[in-house]
């Protein structure tokens, strides 16, 4: 039963993902090459035997294939379905099939046949991030600490529950998954972060001198000073934010300090100095009680942690040792204008993500125990839908089409990334590449691509060891 269980939980998501997300990408190439005249051998969904065909009226042979990790298009031309060698009998085809052929179009249709598979990973993202958004919100968990670990980074740190994460090392964190990319990305265990702190402090207008320049005056005051709204300045709507406190004085007494956001007085929200002002004026012989946010700056040594996952198993993950509040900002009844917007916008987000892990790798500055393969895949689609339902798992699809995507767009040869960069070559140079040189390039890329996916297997393989046995 437990077999049955892990095939219907793990095995069946993983190959309904991956063939939604091969199909997408090579539909990508397969659309586009039609629009442009250039005729499909062959439209696969998997590799290796055959298990089920047929053929169209264009003469394109669809299949789904035995092995479900991936999947090609075949142009006519191509000696194979990588595109990367042409076939021998290239020259006996009939004028009207070498119109089709791939290998004799001009390098810019075969730019536009290569560009198609990861723009259409990435089309197909921002469509789906757009439906959800759309038909349900978007589901954000703010940045507020809800509960501080004991003995762990934050803790020891100083940070409180309420703090409000606004950066680390200077990258904004709007909500907790931003926060968790940005502890992951870090390439050291020391990190600022800057937090608002909520506070509350009650306070009595005093009788106080201050003085400016040659003028003196006693006046019954709180004694903070507002900058006013300047053009030239940052603070433009004069936004409630402490310049100065006068010495002395009530404010000083009770412990507001500069810098302080004042957000509400007796629970009248105040927006803007002037509004605080005229508040306090109208209630200066009564005690007011004032919440504000407090910026700080916060020095935290982050560490290893046991993170225990939705299906019970406990990993080793680097942690600040903070959880977020249990309630979440959902943003209902969206529009649809908004939902496209904040359907690009979570695209490129990932993007940015993704391109910042991947150079910290390449600079050396973050290992690669990070990079996961086709196992690390199927575990996750696996966990995804046997504990956070169908739209957390079309999310993740989602997500990983955007990651398909941008992979497939890195400079490698048999990536499509690395076929681009040799139809620019030629698109500059006005000829092509001599099929040999051709060859060499795309042997080296195949090594680089495989030395890849053993490394991945590898850590594939020794996370499933440490999620079983740690």
């Not at 990435?122 to 809800?146: E, N, R």
């Not at 009788?207 to 006693?218: A, C, L, N, P, W």
Request: hydrophobic residues 45%.
């Amino acid at each position: 039963m437990d077999i049955l269980l892990n095939i219907i939980y793990y095995v069946v998501p993983f190959i309904v993902l991956l063939g939604i997300l091969v199909f997408v990408h090579e539909f990508g190439h397969f659309i586009i090459a039609r629009l442009l005249g250039v005729k499909v051998v062959a439209f696969s969904i998997g590799f290796g035997k055959e298990l089920w065909s047929r053929t169209d009226k264009y003469g394109t042979r669809w299949k789904i294939s035995a092995v479900p990790l991936g999947g090609y298009c075949q142009f006519l031309g191509d000696a194979d379905a990588s595109s990367s060698t042409v076939d021998e009998g290239l020259k006996n085809l009939s004028e009207e099939d070498k119109k089709g052929a791939f290998p004799l179009q001009a390098a810019w249709k075969k730019i536009c046949i290569v560009v198609a598979g990861p723009l259409f990973n990435y089309l197909f993202a921002v469509v789906v991030f757009v439906m959800l958004f759309y038909s349900f919100g978007k589901m954000v968990y703010p940045s507020i600490v809800g509960k501080v670990i004991p003995g762990e980074a934050a803790e020891a740190a100083g940070i409180m529950e309420g703090d409000r994460i606004i950066t680390l090392n200077g990258n904004l964190t709007p909500d907790f998954q931003s926060l968790s990319n940005e502890v992951a990305l870090s390439e050291t265990d020391d990190v600022i972060v800057e937090i608002e702190r909520p506070m509350t402090f009650k306070i009595s207008a005093e009788e106080t001198v201050f003085v400016f320049g040659d003028y003196q005056r006693k006046e019954k005051i709180l004694g903070l000073i507002f900058q006013l709204k300047d053009e030239k300045n940052a603070n433009e709507a004069g936004l409630p934010i402490v310049h100065d406190i006068i010495e002395n004085s009530a404010a000083e007494k009770v412990g507001f300090k500069v810098g302080d956001i004042i957000e509400s007085i007796n629970g009248e929200p105040i927006k803007t100095s002037e509004n605080f002002r005229r508040y306090a004026s109208e209630h200066i012989d009564e005690e007011m009680e004032i919440t504000l946010q407090r910026p700080m700056s916060i020095n935290v040594t982050l560490k290893d942690t046991d993170f225990e996952q939705s299906d019970g198993h406990k990993v080793k993950r680097r942690m600040l040792g903070i959880q977020s509040l249990p309630k979440v900002d959902f943003t209902a009844e969206m529009s649809f204008a908004e939902a496209v917007k904040e359907g690009f916008a979570e695209t490129y987000d990932l993007t940015v993500v993704t391109l910042r892990g991947l150079g910290q790798m390449i600079t050396g500055s973050r290992g690669g125990k990070d990079v996961g393969g086709i196992i690390r895949i199927a575990e996750m689609s696996g966990d995804i839908s046997k504990t956070g339902g169908l739209i957390s798992f079309i999310y993740f699809m989602a997500l990983l089409s955007v990651n398909l995507g941008l992979i497939n767009l890195l400079p490698i040869p048999v990536l499509d990334g690395g076929s681009l960069v040799i139809f620019l070559v030629e698109l500059v140079i006005g000829k092509e590449l001599k099929p040999n040189v051709k060859e060499n390039i795309f042997k080296v890329g195949l090594c680089i691509v495989l030395g890849i996916m053993l490394f991945a297997t590898w850590n594939d393989i020794t996370h499933l060891i440490s999620r079983w046995f740690d």
